[in-house]
């Protein structure tokens, strides 16, 4: 079984600081990983993914994300944000073994002061 | 390329009323997917359908909640009565088939249908 958390609901930073948003993963096979912005009223885009190639992934708009198997981390990071960045980000996890179904986290709001 | 098409982007109903969501994914694309989001919630996973056959539907409310993709290209899925619980967007996104070591397992979505049930 697989799952995903992401541990902040909300993260507030002001403009030019930098992001990060954590993400935390369970999967009993080798996972592909992704995240994905919504903005308001927008559809799901993705940002970057990963799928057992370099470890260190560059996604679009300045984000990167580390995947850390040690331990279960996909963290999305941004040396420093925008306000254009500021939207909901979801972790998705899905399992290369068996049926390949993409699981969600909750989401994590992310907050730019100007 | 086009991308996923969804439709009506927007509908209000009364509860106990029925409703009717229509999803065509990218030309090519094996595998299709519902998910519910509910306003300040991640996306679940309601059915996926890989061609014309259906992968997982362990969360979709059988009662009153049904999909088809008879040909497997475009999907329909449908709620009928409507609750309250069931306002939330209907997102439609479409990958190619699974195979691991062969390709990501990216999605791509939709822009949804936005319900709301009164």
């Known amino acids: 079984a697989q799952s995903v958390t992401q541990l902040d609901s909300h993260v507030s930073v002001s403009e030019g600081t930098p992001v990060l948003l954590r993400c935390n993963y369970s999967?009993?096979?080798?996972?592909?990983l992704f995240w994905y912005v919504q903005h308001p009223n927008k559809g799901l885009q993705l940002l970057l993914k990963?799928?057992?190639?370099?470890?260190l992934v560059k996604g679009i708009n300045g984000f990167e994300a580390e995947f850390k198997k040690s331990e279960t981390s996909f963290h999305l990071t941004k040396p420093s944000a925008h306000m254009s960045d500021a939207a909901e980000y979801f972790c998705?996890?899905?399992?290369?073994?068996?049926?390949?179904?993409?699981?969600f986290g909750r989401g994590t709001s992310l907050i730019v002061h100007p | 390329e086009a991308g996923v098409a969804q439709s009506p982007r927007y509908k209000i109903i009364e509860k106990r009323q029925s409703v009717a969501f229509w999803c065509n994914p990218i030309s090519g694309h094996a595998t299709l997917y519902w998910y519910q989001q509910i306003l300040g919630q991640g996306p679940k996973l309601l059915i996926q359908?890989?061609?014309?056959?259906?992968?997982?539907d362990s969360q979709l409310p059988k009662d009153r909640f049904s999909a088809e993709r008879l040909k497997g290209v475009d999907s329909t899925l449908k709620i009928q009565p409507a609750k309250l619980e069931d306002s939330a967007v209907y997102l439609c996104?479409?990958?190619?088939?699974?195979?691991?070591?062969?390709?990501?397992?990216?999605?791509?979505f939709g822009e949804g249908s936005r319900l709301t049930v009164l």
């Open positions: 359908f890989q061609n014309n056959g259906v992968v997982d």
């Open positions: 996104a479409s990958s190619l088939r699974f195979t691991a070591g062969a390709n990501t397992g990216e999605l791509f």
């Open positions: 999967s009993s096979y080798s996972p592909s």
């Open positions: 998705v996890v899905g399992e290369s073994g068996g049926s390949y179904i993409p699981t």
């Open positions: 990963y799928t057992s190639a370099a470890t």
